[in-house]
């Protein structure tokens, strides 16, 4: 059974970073393209960035463009997401999403 786990998410000022994570098991990881999604209540869950599966390729949705990186090891079946100049607009439920697979999310939530 494939299994997505994200961590990493909390509360930071404007301003701030953090790195969220996000664990892959029940398949090959080295073989997968990876991504990161976010969802705020009320609205569509929407992309923010992508990874192939070498870590060569990389793709960003405009708003996180030259604040976000998203990165990869595949040794640790392992996905990352660093978000630096975190804005209050950030703030979102962030999902990690490979072949129809999602995570449970994390919750990221950034003060002005």
């Known amino acids: 059974q494939v299994q997505l786990v994200e961590s990493g998410g909390g509360l930071v000022q404007a301003g701030g970073s953090l790195r969220l994570s996000c664990i892959v098991s029940?398949?090959?990881?080295?073989?997968?393209?990876m991504g990161w999604f976010r969802q705020a209540p009320g609205k569509e869950r929407e992309f923010v960035a992508s990874?192939?599966?070498?870590?060569?390729?990389?793709s960003y949705a405009d708003s996180v463009k030259g604040r976000f990186t998203i990165s990869r090891d595949n040794a640790k079946n392992a996905v990352y997401l660093q978000m630096n100049n975190l804005k209050p607009e950030d703030t979102n439920v962030y999902y990690c999403?490979?072949?129809?697979?999602w995570g449970q999310g994390t919750q990221v939530t950034v003060s002005s």
């Open positions: 999403h490979s072949g129809g697979f």
């Open positions: 029940g398949r090959t990881f080295s073989g997968l393209n």
């Open positions: 990874i192939n599966w070498s870590g060569a390729s990389t």
